[in-house]
């Protein structure tokens, strides 16, 4: 329950994806952004939570307020959210196979995953790895 399975074609086109923007949310629209967005979470050694999801997909929209809530939350992760009809190429190279997906990014690698709009997994996770991140001098 929860998932939304890649389209192989889109019939709409939106402008702009209302529903996923807001927040601390970024809406990464080209694989420049998106590499440019991994550059600088890694020189801010922050964690990069990066949402694959579509603008057809129910579950993606139903788990949007909830994304948008978290990173209001936790300024100290990066949160970025795709388009995977609009970026084709990085959903296959991150072997996305339904949406919403959501990888937990350090330094540009999966660290962590989830898959489906499980409200208390990505809840836990993101609490989990927010408690992990110990500041550098007090290791």
């Not at 990464?28 to 020189?43: D, M, R, S, V, Y």
């Not at 978290?70 to 995977?84: A, G, I, N, W, Y």
């Not at 959903?91 to 350090?106: E, N, Y």
């Amino acid at each position: 329950m929860g998932l939304c399975f890649s389209s192989t074609t889109a019939d709409e086109e939106p402008a702009n994806h209302p529903q996923f923007s807001g927040g601390k949310v970024t809406f990464i629209t080209t694989k420049a952004a998106w590499n440019q967005k991994l550059l600088e979470a890694k020189t801010q050694g922050k964690i990069v939570i990066a949402n694959f999801s579509a603008s057809w997909c129910g579950p993606c929209k139903s788990i949007s307020p909830l994304y948008i809530e978290l990173s209001e939350k936790h300024p100290s992760l990066m949160f970025l959210t795709l388009d995977v009809d609009e970026l084709t190429e990085l959903s296959t190279q991150w072997d996305v196979k339904a949406t919403p997906t959501f990888f937990f990014l350090r330094d540009g690698q999966q660290i962590d995953k989830v898959v489906g709009a499980n409200k208390p997994e990505l809840q836990e996770k993101i609490t989990a790895i927010v408690n992990s991140q110990v500041p550098g001098d007090q290791k």
